[in-house]
Every structure is written in C-alpha cells, then in structure tokens.
C-alpha cells in the first residue's frame, strides 16, 4: 500500500537552514506536496511539486524531489523562530484522486 | 471567499452519544474530503465527494460513521454511538482539480472531538 515515511523531529538554531526529508511509495504519486501545521490549527499549503520536476524554489523554501529514489526534502533558509510548527510531507496517490500524509516531522527553532 | 470553515472547532461529548460537524468547503471547490488526524500523527483520509456522489471510503469509515454532501456545496460528518477512540481532530478540505489530477487541497481548521 501507500506510505509516507519522515523523521519525526528536527532541531535547528534561528538563522540556519532546515531541511526536512521524506520518502513515499506510490510511483504513479503525480504531485507531492509540504503542509505545515501550528499548535491547535490547520493544514496550511506550503508548496508542491509535479513529479516531472526535480527542484522548486518559493522565496525561502527550496524543494528537491528525487523520483527514482522516491525521496522527497524541504529546505527552509534562514529559519525563523515562526517556522516552528510541524511540517507534513503528502503524496497524491490513484493517479492524483487523493492525498496520504506522512507522521509529521517537529521543527523547533532556538533562539 | 474566508476559505474552507469547519463547525464546530471543539466538541465534547459523552460516549454512546451522536455527533455531526459540519464543513463549508471554498465555493467553487468540487471536491471535499474528510480526514481523522490523531496526536502524534498525520491526518488519515476518511471520505471524498465530487461534487455530491460520495467516491471513496476509507476502511476506517466504520458503519458508525456517515459523510453526506447533499447538494454539492457543504458536507456533514456524523458519528454514531461515539467511542473513546473516536477522540481526534476532523479534518475538511476542498479542491478543484484540473481534469482529473489533483492539484492543491485547502484545509480547514479543524474539529476536535473529544469523547468522555
């Protein structure tokens, strides 16, 4: 079955880069996609990339997709104490009918 | 348009007892899904509409759980005898794919269910 896989927590100091990793299973996944999510909120889109790109930059956010190897990163430059949250990493599966999520990975930032 | 509203955002309710929430996907949006996100984990996918025909349900869609979407626009989530387990914040998102690809899903805020 489908299945999104990342690291549950990550640390790093304000003003250096994340980057936050994820590998999916579902090869016909048409697009891949970063949620981020705040204490008590919801979803927020933060990106997504097409399965026939390998690299897309949105002002501070960086995603690189690697399709061979189903692996999928984030990399947030210059991160803020208010990018702390929990990011997920989501697949669309059954040729883009639906999402699967992975578990989430807790970004916390120290000042 | 204020974006995908869910209601309520928080419930408490007694276990055995009935409850509904309801989800006001973006106007144009056809499609909405329900989701079921526990502490500690990534939403798991419930149910989806297009437009009004109910397309897929989850196996953790028991028999106790109903989803309708009567006229295409809101959608209602009810659960039936409530269980301790049923505990966890209810997720709603609509989307307006393009042809038949999935493109980007907008989320609400959620509600928290807690059963006592």
């Known amino acids: 079955g489908e299945d999104v896989e990342q690291s549950l927590f990550l640390s790093v100091r304000e003003g250096d880069s994340s980057v936050i990793n994820c590998t999916y299973t579902?090869?016909?996944?048409?697009?891949l996609y970063w949620y981020k999510q705040e204490p008590g909120a919801g979803l927020q889109l933060l990106t997504y990339?097409?399965?026939?790109?390998d690299m897309k930059q949105d002002q501070r956010l960086t995603v690189l997709l690697n399709k061979k190897d189903k692996h999928l990163s984030l990399r947030i430059a210059d991160t803020q104490t208010g990018d702390s949250a929990i990011y997920f990493c989501?697949?669309?599966?059954?040729?883009?009918?639906?999402?699967?999520f992975g578990p989430g990975t807790r970004l916390s930032v120290l000042p | 348009d204020t974006g995908v509203s869910q209601d309520p955002r928080h419930k408490i309710t007694k276990r055995g007892q009935n409850v509904t929430f309801r989800c006001d996907p973006i106007?144009?949006?056809?499609?909405l899904y329900w989701y079921r996100q526990t502490l500690g984990q990534g939403p798991e996918f419930l149910t989806y509409?297009?437009?009004?025909?109910?397309?897929?349900k989850s196996r953790l869609l028991s028999d106790r759980f109903s989803a309708e979407r009567p006229k295409g626009s809101f959608s209602t989530l009810e659960i039936q005898r409530t269980e301790q387990g049923d505990s966890a914040m209810y997720l709603c998102?609509?989307?307006?794919?393009?042809?038949?690809?999935?493109?980007?899903?907008?989320f609400g805020q959620g509600t928290r269910l807690t059963v006592v």
């Open positions: 509409f297009q437009n009004e025909a109910q397309l897929e």
């Open positions: 106007s144009e949006h056809n499609r």
């Open positions: 579902d090869s016909s996944s048409t697009y």
């Open positions: 989501a697949e669309s599966i059954n040729y883009g009918q639906n999402f699967v």
């Open positions: 998102a609509s989307s307006s794919p393009q042809g038949m690809v999935l493109t980007e899903a907008f």
């Open positions: 990339i097409f399965s026939n790109m």
